[in-house]
């Protein structure tokens, strides 16, 4: 929901770009985000990550495509807030009615960050040879979370600005909300659409393997049941604690309203990057963390579709590859201890 209060005090003051602080009301519902997230201690390795990708397999096959999975780490930085951002506007009346134009302007606060992640272990099928070693870069993203105090449309008060090097950028929007207790795990479906749901058609071979042997990554804990790329969510909705107080929720989908993805000319002919519909879910645990606040939990589910080869179900258009990252962080260190940036030597 829009903050009326929040937005008069913004206009009331110039804009400014200072370091961001945990708990700044003037962040509304980002105001837990600044600092810098990892899988810290107690959440080591749970990033997991599954994509389908164009690949032309042996002849007579007609698979050509690959499914790779990723057991990984990350580290999330939000550090930056610029606040009372204006978004210029005006109201005109009917010219009939006699009222006066009116400015109706409307103020945003964002907060900066930059996501960097390493796998740890990964591996595909049918064997590329491509997957890579433990420690290799597989993401960087810079971006914006925008909290849109006022004038708002449909409720929706938060955005997400991202800009991938492969050439895409994304904007995303949706509503936050807060809740008591932990959050509730999607189910997702991490089949494609617009092809065969049928597992032991040789088509979906690759889903199938991962399916019957869940791949563990560096996991060598008895009884771990592993990633599934059929169930990707199903880790993540384990993995809930039992002593979650409080649970911020901030989604970003780009498909609404005036929401979504630019790819340059090669990731729209090969595999376009059509949609992106991700959550992030911020947990306030009954323990102590940094400065003796509650101690905070991140996880996240997110899902791009990725556009390539025309389906066979009768419908238009192009099967839809879902590529499923999911992760659980900790709060590790306030902004003013984040680096400038992060460094993932080259392997």
Same mark, same amino acid.
């Given at each position: 929901?829009?903050?009326?209060?929040?937005?008069?005090?913004?206009?009331?003051?110039?804009?400014?770009?200072?370091?961001?602080?945990?708990?700044?009301?003037?962040?509304?519902?980002?105001?837990?985000?600044?600092?810098?997230?990892?899988?810290?201690?107690?959440?080591?390795?749970?990033?997991?990550?599954?994509?389908?990708?164009?690949?032309?397999? !042996?002849?007579?096959?007609?698979?050509?495509?690959?499914?790779?999975?990723?057991?990984?780490?990350?580290?999330?930085?939000?550090?930056?807030?610029?606040?009372?951002?204006?978004?210029?506007?005006?109201e005109r009346p009917n010219?009939?009615?006699?009222?006066?134009?009116?400015?109706?302007?409307?103020?945003?606060?964002?907060?900066?960050?930059?996501?960097?992640?390493?796998?740890?272990?990964?591996?595909?099928?049918?064997?590329?040879?491509?997957?890579?070693?433990?420690?290799?870069?597989?993401?960087? !993203?810079?971006? +914006?979370?925008?909290?849109?105090?006022?004038?708002t449309t449909n409720n929706?008060?938060?955005?997400?600005?991202?800009t991938v090097p492969h050439?895409?950028?994304?904007?995303?929007?949706?509503?936050?909300?807060?809740?008591?207790?932990?959050?509730?795990?999607?189910? =997702?479906?991490?089949?494609?659409?617009?092809?065969?749901?049928?597992?032991?058609?040789?088509?979906?071979?690759?889903?199938?393997?991962?399916?019957?042997?869940?791949?563990?990554?560096?996991?060598?804990?008895?009884?771990?049941?592993?990633?599934?790329?059929?169930?990707?969510? +199903?880790?993540?909705?384990?993995?809930?604690?039992?002593?979650?107080?409080?649970?911020?929720?901030?989604?970003?989908?780009?498909?609404?309203?005036?929401?979504?993805? =630019?790819?340059?000319?090669? =990731?729209?002919?090969?595999?376009?990057?059509? =949609?992106?519909?991700?959550?992030?879910?911020?947990?306030?645990?009954?323990?102590?963390?940094?400065?003796?606040?509650?101690?905070?939990?991140?996880?996240?589910?997110?899902?791009?579709?990725?556009?390539?080869?025309?389906?066979?179900?009768?419908?238009?258009?192009?099967?839809?590859?879902?590529?499923?990252?999911?992760?659980?962080?900790?709060?590790?260190?306030?902004?003013? !201890?984040?680096?400038?940036?992060?460094?993932?030597?080259?392997?």
């Open positions: 929901m829009a903050n009326p209060d929040l937005a008069a005090k913004l206009q009331s003051r110039y804009r400014s770009v200072e370091l961001a602080h945990q708990g700044d009301e003037d962040l509304g519902p980002l105001k837990l985000l600044p600092g810098v997230w990892k899988n810290g201690d107690s959440t080591r390795g749970r990033g997991w990550n599954m994509i389908a990708l164009p690949f032309a397999t !042996e002849p007579g096959s007609r698979l050509n495509y690959r499914l790779l999975v990723n057991q990984f780490e990350e580290t999330l930085q939000f550090t930056t807030v610029d606040k009372a951002v204006p978004n210029r506007g005006i010219p009939a009615s006699g009222d006066p134009t009116i400015n109706t302007d409307q103020f945003v606060v964002t907060l900066d960050y930059q996501q960097s992640i390493a796998q740890l272990s990964a591996e595909d099928r049918p064997d590329s040879g491509l997957a890579g070693p433990a420690d290799l870069a597989i993401h960087h !993203e810079p971006g +914006l979370f925008l909290h849109m105090t006022n004038l929706l008060n938060v955005a997400r600005l991202g050439g895409d950028s994304l904007l995303g929007l949706g509503e936050a909300s807060e809740i008591d207790g932990p959050p509730t795990i999607p189910v =997702v479906d991490g089949l494609p659409e617009g092809a065969t749901k049928d597992l032991n058609s040789g088509y979906l071979s690759p889903y199938k393997h991962y399916h019957d042997n869940p791949f563990n990554g560096v996991v060598t804990a008895p009884g771990f049941p592993g990633f599934d790329p059929v169930h990707p969510h +199903l880790l993540l909705a384990a993995g809930i604690p039992n002593n979650v107080k409080k649970t911020t929720i901030l989604p970003f989908n780009t498909a609404l309203e005036d929401a979504g993805i =630019v790819n340059i000319p090669f =990731v729209v002919k090969q595999a376009n990057a059509a =949609v992106m519909d991700s959550i992030f879910w911020i947990m306030e645990l009954d323990e102590p963390g940094i400065g003796g606040e509650p101690k905070l939990l991140m996880m996240y589910l997110q899902n791009v579709g990725l556009d390539f080869f025309p389906r066979f179900d009768g419908k238009p258009g192009l099967i839809r590859w879902p590529h499923v990252s999911i992760n659980v962080m900790e709060k590790v260190a306030p902004p003013e !201890e984040a680096a400038p940036y992060t460094v993932i030597p080259q392997v």
